[in-house]
């Protein structure tokens, strides 16, 4: 169930009834904790692909988002002593992909009551927002990859079947890191 705060504009972080199980997953894969090159890569081509000049790959935790893998050519403005990527389970939109379990289209944001009032929009000044799980074989979404923009886009369904895509990708990047640990 989702809902909205006391004044009925920001839509709040859906419950999440995985999150213990994706944050044990997170760990025993070691993800989540630290920006991972590889991932920053990854991140790099997404914007690339999608001609955007912020990509993500975010683990979702239990208590946290975490950016393990960070492309932006703009730069980020962030407080000297926060990590820009961290940021809280209310912040931004890819808990909602998890929640869902599949991709989230937001052209533009501000044609969307619930999530126009999100503190992204004027904090980071995103008006557009594309993401998709990170599935694994477990059939937990550990994370999203994701891009935005803080101008409205068109993704149309060619920007939903690029994102599915390289969500796939992403997951494979997973599970070689996954075989990596064993081997």
């Known amino acids: 169930m989702t809902t909205f705060d006391d004044a009925g504009y920001r839509h709040l972080t859906p419950v999440d009834k995985n999150a213990a199980e994706r944050a044990a997953r997170l760990r ?85 009551p619930r999530f126009a009032g999100n503190d992204v929009v004027d904090r980071m000044n995103v008006r557009s927002y594309l993401g998709a799980p990170l599935i694994d074989r477990t059939g937990v979404a550990l994370g999203t990859v994701c891009v935005i923009d803080s101008e409205p886009r068109p993704w149309g369904r060619d920007g939903l079947n690029l994102i599915k895509t390289l969500a796939a990708e992403g997951v494979e990047m997973i599970h070689q890191r996954e075989r990596d640990l064993k081997g």
């Not at 630290?34 to 690339?48: G, K, M, S, Y």
């Not at 692909?49 to 950016?67: C, E, H, K, S, W």
């Not at 820009?84 to 209310?90: G, I, K, Q, S, Y």
Request: hydrophobic residues 40%.
């Open 28 to 112: 025993q894969l070691g993800l989540g904790d630290q920006a991972e090159p590889e991932f920053d890569a990854f991140a790099q081509r997404v914007a690339q692909a999608l001609g955007v000049p912020n990509a993500m790959v975010n683990f979702i935790g239990d208590t946290r988002q975490y950016l393990g893998g960070l492309y932006s050519s703009v730069g980020a403005d962030s407080a000297p002593d926060t990590d820009p990527r961290v940021a809280p389970m209310d912040t931004g939109y890819c808990p909602h992909v998890i929640a869902r379990g599949m991709a989230l289209v937001l052209e533009d944001v501000c044609d969307y």
